[in-house]
């Protein structure tokens, strides 16, 4: 653990608007110790954690709808674009962190600092509104779990999520450190559950390295672009761009030219790893349902539930359908731990409000509680599956509120100097973000005209 320190921060740059700004995550800021010396992989292991904790978002439950579809209807084809969009989230979280080490603000502050008041007040309503959206999947992932696992009804699952503003608050007053563990063994049970998945469903080998090529027949096929925008449109959750940047600052790297060069390559390594293994979860979910019901009577099933309810008899595997509920509860469980501490960060930074942290984590947790809990209520197991649909149309409306500042700040050299993005990155990330943005609005035009 690191010493206290001051919780003002000066400017490292000159191109920001505030002379000083609070620090992110306060209790947790420069906390964990980073060697001066020694090996590199001594300090390699030092910067290890936060790219899990991203990686968390790019394996929740909201995702796994997606996958299961794309693989029962279309085998191993959409296993390129679960690949092409890993890396693009692997770029995007790069600038993240970037922003956050460079310039020692989180993305929050750094649109606080940016734009007017009313300007940074709509985007802290935005965020917050993705943020519960995003949670309110991962609450409901949680509950179906608990339902499938124990017979629990959902609205009691629902209530059971909160307690993890309870596990935050302990581990937090811990140390950091804690977090990160209790959420990389849990990404460790969500490997182990899907590699036994595989193990036992036998995926031919060879056609499913042809899937990671792009084929022709994803674009010419309309249900195929459907699923295939829906894997994409969904790659990059808002929260993980404002919970990244802030999350790189708990290591006590030196604060200078040098010591943040050092950090920012660390982290970009760490990242990198991390959303490498979430694409290894996400691309099992794909293989588990092409090899299991691609070219059966059941290569329409998109449902989680009928997935838990079929994976045993169609395998012949007993542990099949319990380990995939399993992975759905440690994934559910993962992402309302990263989703309350983006919410923490993102209300401190567009607000620079200082209250206590468990006041902070109830509130961000009651905004995705109480719809969840209302809708399950009144309308049972279907209203959860429209609440679900629901929350992800927010996502795509609030994602390029995230973006495009993102790559507007890391792309300007009076706010991050010397870390300014190359021409070429430049070019990458604002291709990348044009490529979100309509793809984005493509999947909302198209599910509300299917309401409509």
Known sequence: MGTAIDT????????????????????????????KGGSRWRKMMAYIGPGLMVAVGYMDPGNWATDLAGGAQFGYMLLSVILISNFMAML??????????????????????????????MLWVLAEIGIAACDLAEVIGSAIALNLLFGLPL??????TAADVVVIL??????????????????????????????????????????LLPSPEIVLNPSALYIAIG????????????????????????????????????????????LMLAFFIN???????????????????ADIGDAYQLLTPVLGAGFASTLFAVALLASGQNSTLTGTLAGQIVMEGFLNLRVPGWLRRLITRLIAIIPAVIVTALYGERGTGELLVLSQVILSLQLSFAV???????????????FVNPLWLTISSWAVTAVIVVLNGYLLFQTVIGWI
Request: with cysteine; charged share 15%.
């Open 8 to 35: 003002t921060l000066k400017d490292t740059q000159p191109g920001w608007r505030n002379e000083q700004s609070s620090v992110s995550l306060p209790e947790s800021h420069a906390s964990i110790h980073v060697p």
């Open 92 to 121: 995007l979280q790069h600038l993240s962190l970037k922003l956050g080490i460079a310039t020692g603000r989180d993305l929050a502050q750094a649109s606080r600092d940016a734009y007017s008041r009313p300007v940074a007040m």
């Open 155 to 160: 609205i009691l699952g629902v209530l059971i």
């Open 170 to 211: 302990f581990l937090q007053h811990r140390g950091f450190r804690y977090i990160e563990a209790l959420v990389g063994g849990l990404i460790m049970v969500i490997a182990l559950c899907f590699g036994y998945e595989l193990l036992v469903s036998r995926p031919e080998i060879a056609p499913m390295l042809a899937g």
């Open 231 to 274: 894997i994409l449109g969904a790659t990059v959750m808002p929260h993980n761009l404002y919970l990244h940047s802030s999350i790189v600052q708990t290591r006590a790297y030196p604060r200078t030219d040098r010591g943040r060069a050092s950090a920012i390559r660390y982290a970009t390594i760490d990242s990198t790893v991390s």
């Open 283 to 301: 691309a099992a979910i794909l293989v588990l349902s092409a090899a299991t019901f691609h070219g059966t009577a059941y290569a329409y099933v």
């Open 404 to 418: 495009v500042p993102l790559v507007m700040f890391t792309s300007d050299k009076t706010k991050m100097g010397r």
